[in-house]
């Protein structure tokens, strides 16, 4: 795969990511806003008991058509505060489902992503060993056969052609790199 079709395939599973962390930012101010929504429902329900229970009485003293209508309100009300109460409470369970599954779904995305970012660095680093020539190759690997013939292990002679960089020129060439190559 070449760099560029790597990069391109990292970047859209980073959108993908992005777009997934929005939604479950999204889904959790819902669910917040939700619960924070369940007291006042709550004392609308009490609030409308006590209309209701108030508007009984009415009836059961005074038996008007006056009296009537008021019950029959104030059982519409009751009836339709404890809907709404209980509509909240099946929308906060369903979106804490949702929430659930997208929590899931960030984790497979970010592996996902971190998996196409190691293969962007792999495309990176094949780019970068095709342009090593033959002739080089050739005499790394007679030189590792010769140094081990003197009983020096493979990891040493590479080690001395190889040394590790220190922190600071780790860091320099990986800025460059991903300055170059715009990953992260």
Not at 27 to 42: E, Y
Not at 59 to 68: D, I, P, R
Request: charged letters at 30%; aromatic letters at 4%; proline letters at 2%.
């Amino acid at each position: 795969m070449s760099v560029t079709e790597a990069k391109q395939k990292f970047l859209a599973a980073k959108k993908a990511v992005s777009d997934c962390q929005s939604s479950i930012q999204t889904l959790q101010a819902k669910v917040d806003q939700l619960q924070d929504s369940l007291p006042g429902l709550s004392r609308a329900v009490e609030d409308v008991e006590k209309a209701k229970t108030a508007a009984l009485d009415a009836f059961a003293l005074n038996s008007n058509k006056q009296a009537e209508a008021a019950l029959k309100a104030a059982r519409q009300a009751h009836e339709d505060a404890q809907k709404k109460l209980s509509e909240t409470h099946e929308l906060i369970e369903a979106v804490g489902r949702t929430l659930k599954r997208q929590e899931g779904e960030f984790t497979r995305l970010n592996n996902l992503c971190e998996l196409s970012k190691r293969e962007c660095w792999e495309s990176i680093a094949d780019e970068i060993r095709s342009r090593i020539p033959e002739g080089v190759i050739s005499d790394i690997q007679r030189l590792v056969v010769s140094s081990m013939q003197c009983s020096r292990t493979k990891q040493f002679v590479l080690s001395e052609l190889f040394p590790n960089l220190n922190p600071s020129e780790y860091q320099t060439r990986r800025d460059e790199m991903l300055e170059k190559y715009n990953i992260e």
